[in-house]
């Protein structure tokens, strides 16, 4: 009894002593360390000296990425896989006054990710090097900074040495970069961690365990208080603790807290909670650390497939890269919000990470949105596939940047799995040996750096099962809570990383063939689909008849050519490790065991062209093009995977007079389809139990295309598309017309020539002009073409199939931003979007 009541005595002091010391008062800072850089592209050397003079250097604010601004060519080292766009040596540099009253804090410059091989130095002083461009890293700039005078910090990035990747990359400071003045005895870097070992609707478990650094010259007893808030900030829970740190040490602190009838996050509900961890030293709060998580329990069954919260759900996803289109790898929060709205409006409920860690951005938005994540580490390990790539550096940076890459996301909600490496050369050998050298194996097992040892054991077969144990242990040090996998095209289950048993779920890039066998060939073990389909399309082109398959190229490794550069968007198109997007979708949907699939890719991307070489220089394979226009199988997808009421005609009805059309329609929530074509019915059209569309061939003749959907009789919907005439008007639609005056946030304005009856015109090429005026500037123009050679930050770009965008970005002050689009023999079009603070 009298142990419990000091006990209570002890925590009441704490509370009063917190309470005291003005809590709710932040004493770490984390501010934006954007702005006004200077850079430089090209190699100069002494640009790590503060002496050197840079004033002749562009200004600018990051995020940056160099490679976007440039002009395509044939000759550019990246090659078409690469985005054909320049690489180089660039060098950033930044002067700025550091407050005196940061005397005697900790400061920290923290990268988000820089492309790639970057170098850093603060007043000449030698920070270090991460080569992997998209991993985030943090650099302690305490010991060299000079308080109430000019500081100057250079970058040098090096993407010099391409091909790197094999998709579009980018180049420079690429991610933000945040300054954060700490308290010597502070939280360490991504120095909490929170599960939820306990998830149900009347009671939650939280588990948090804290690091807490003492950085100050002698040893400190610290409380820590973290405070649980719901999402409208109220208090719904805490935990107080005492803990002793000796000088220069990190002392973890965890605790418990039990919260009654909790908001779990859902797909549909993403709610988030936030842990409050406040750190004080004799009475004095020191310190005040963040982090946001969601309450949800979750497992991947062999049998039932993914179940969140008690109730099956079937991860309905897509991979994607990490480019936004014209805007490059520069990371934009609006933009990557767009293309998950896009995604969730589709009924997406899933993104894979392809093929990296991402930016710390696209995981808030998915806790925020309600995504299941699949995040990746490597493209590949020690095997390299291209000349270039992060294999190089594999053996010697491995552990840093997996580790680093756990530590940074383990605490999303929307984080459901990790994959330690996909489509990495190390599933297959041309050893046959089955026996080990046991000390080699020890040393790689104890996590000791260099696994070339083990192939003087001559089983390279052992290595690599061992190499993927490594991985799969050290994510499960960091992460116990989450199952590993990895992207696997080899289905055989004497590839190496299912031989090592370290992978809690089976992926499969494509083999469809080979899904049923999963069952019988990896028993016990969740399977899910981590890259499937690959078809290939091209928006608002159809090569007929449609029920005529084409597989392009016959094989990976055969050149291709074909006169159009184009793809048929009818679903009958693609490469020929995939499958149509029907196909793979019907196997996924009818069986339980397959807990999903990530449909290879949501959006086009720049680079990898298949089947194109040049001059084609972004991908075919997305739902959506790279502008952000649907292609229309993302209207059979939103048919299958959501409840709203779909009805999608297509193509268009622009063609020449006889010419044999086919027309499908995706439709749902209704017994059946009729066409009509000026007036006149075509025919009834329903869907068999297998089928995701309706088809008509028809002659075509000039007019109107009606189509109408039925339930029970009833017309659920209707769509028309008219022949349209010639090309007569530009009509100018924004994806919104607020945006926030903060030198960020962006505007996607559609552009579409018209007729002057106000129909798409379909062919339409027109070069299209932009004048912009006011309280903003274009960032970015694009039209979803892969072989345009157009610059993307040109004031100017042609329609594609009657449609461009332009990317307007707001600057810092509050007003009007106004847009002109102009072109020969069409109707001017004018725009006013607003922006406030």
């Not at 002083?125 to 890293?137: E, N, W």
Request: hydrophobic share 35%; charged share 25%.
């Amino acid at each position: 009894m009298k142990k419990h009541n000091l006990n209570f005595i002890a925590a009441f002091v704490l509370f009063i002593l917190f309470s005291l010391s003005g809590s709710g008062k932040s004493t770490r800072i984390v501010k934006s360390f954007n702005k006004n850089w200077t850079f430089y592209l090209g190699d100069v050397p002494k640009a790590s000296s503060p002496e050197y003079l840079d004033s002749s250097w562009r200004i600018l604010n990051l995020p940056h990425d160099w490679a976007i601004e440039g002009q395509f060519s044939e000759t550019n080292p990246s090659g078409c896989g690469g985005g054909a766009l320049p690489g180089g040596v660039g060098w950033y540099r930044k002067t700025f006054t550091m407050e005196p009253e940061a005397k005697g804090k900790k400061v920290f410059v923290d990268f988000d990710g820089v492309y790639m091989d970057s170098e850093v130095w603060i007043n000449g002083h030698y920070l270090g090097k991460r080569p992997y461009g998209y991993i985030s890293f943090r650099y302690d700039l305490t010991p060299y900074l000079k308080f109430g005078q000019k500081n100057v910090m250079a970058v040098r990035v090096d993407n010099g040495e391409q091909p790197n990747s094999r998709w579009y990359s980018g180049c420079g400071i690429y991610r933000n970069v945040w300054l954060t003045i700490a308290d010597p005895v502070h939280v360490d870097q991504w120095g909490t961690y929170i599960t939820t070992p306990k998830a149900t609707k009347e009671k939650a478990v939280i588990a948090l365990a804290t690091q807490v650094k003492n950085d100050s010259k002698s040893g400190v007893t610290a409380v820590l208080h973290s405070q649980i808030l719901d999402s409208k900030g109220k208090e719904v829970g805490k935990s107080i603790s005492s803990v002793k740190i000796a000088t220069g040490k990190v002392q973890e602190v965890k605790q418990n807290v039990t919260l009654f009838y909790p908001t779990l996050w859902t797909l549909q509900n993403p709610a988030l909670y936030k842990v409050v961890s406040l750190v004080s030293v004799g009475g004095k709060v020191v310190d005040q650390y963040e982090t946001s998580f969601g309450i949800r329990s979750f497992i991947f069954d062999a049998k039932k497939g993914f179940i969140l919260n008690g109730t099956p759900v079937k991860i309905k996803g897509v991979c994607m890269h990490h480019d936004l289109g014209s805007l490059g790898a520069a990371v934009n929060t609006r933009a990557i919000q767009r293309q998950l709205e896009i995604l969730k409006e589709m009924g997406c409920n899933g993104i894979r990470c392809s093929h990296n860690p991402p930016a710390p951005e696209l995981l808030e938005l998915c806790d925020r949105m309600g995504f299941v994540v699949m995040d990746e580490s490597f493209d590949m390990w020690r095997k390299k596939k291209t000349a270039h790539d992060y294999a190089r550096y594999f053996n010697e940076w491995h552990e840093r940047d997996l580790t680093d890459h756990i530590l940074r996301d383990r605490n999303h909600p929307s984080v459901f799995m990790w994959s330690i490496g996909n489509e990495v050369l190390e599933q297959w050998t041309d050893a046959s040996a089955d026996t080990l050298d046991l000390q080699a194996a020890n040393l790689l097992l104890n996590f000791k750096r260099d696994p070339n040892m083990l192939a003087k054991s001559g089983d390279s077969m052992s290595v690599n099962s061992l190499l993927t144990l490594k991985l799969a242990d050290m994510v499960k040090a960091l992460d116990p809570s989450r199952p590993v996998t990895a992207g696997n095209n080899e289905p055989n289950p004497n590839n190496h990383l299912f031989r090592s048993n370290a992978l809690d779920i089976i992926g499969f890039n494509y083999h469809e063939s080979f899904f049923k066998e999963v069952p019988v060939n990896f028993p016990g073990k969740p399977f899910i689909v981590t890259e499937a389909i690959s078809a290939l399309m091209t928006r608002g082109y159809y090569r007929m008849p449609s029920d005529s398959m084409y597989i392009w190229p016959a094989r990976w490794d055969i050149p291709f050519h074909d006169d159009s550069y184009s793809c048929s968007s009818y679903d009958n198109c693609h490469a020929p490790w995939g499958s149509t997007h029907e196909d793979l979708w019907r196997l996924v949907k009818k069986n339980d065991f397959i807990s999903g699939m990530y449909v290879w890719t949501g959006f086009d991307y720049i680079g990898e062209p298949t089947p194109f070489l040049w001059p084609a220089r972004s991908s075919y394979f997305g739902i959506i093009d790279l502008a952000g226009f649907p292609k229309d199988i993302y209207y059979m997808y939103q048919s299958e995977w959501t409840n709203k009421d779909v009805l999608h005609v297509f193509p268009h009805w622009n063609w020449k007079p006889g010419q044999t059309i086919d027309m499908w329609v995706y439709y749902n929530n209704a017994d059946e389809v009729e066409l009509f074509l000026n007036g006149q019915s075509q025919g009834i059209k329903k869907k068999g139990t297998d089928d995701f569309h309706v088809m008509w061939r028809l002659k075509f003749e000039p007019g109107t295309i009606k189509v109408v959907s039925r339930k029970n009789g009833k017309e659920i919907l209707s769509k028309e598309i008219k022949t349209a005439g010639e090309p007569a008007q530009i009509v100018l639609t924004p994806d919104r017309k607020v945006i926030s005056a903060d030198g960020k946030d962006l505007s996607f304005v559609t552009v579409e020539v018209k007729d002057k009856e106000g129909n798409l015109c379909p062919n339409a090429e027109n070069l299209i002009h932009f004048d912009i005026q006011g309280e903003g500037k274009i960032v970015g123009v694009d039209n979803g073409s892969p072989i345009s050679l157009e610059s993307f930050k040109a004031p100017f770009r042609k329609a594609f199939y009657g449609k461009c965008l332009v990317v307007v970005q707001s600057k810092e002050k509050a007003g009007n931003i106004f847009l002109k689009a102009t072109s020969e023999k069409l109707k001017s079009s004018e725009l006013v979007v607003k922006t406030t603070k």
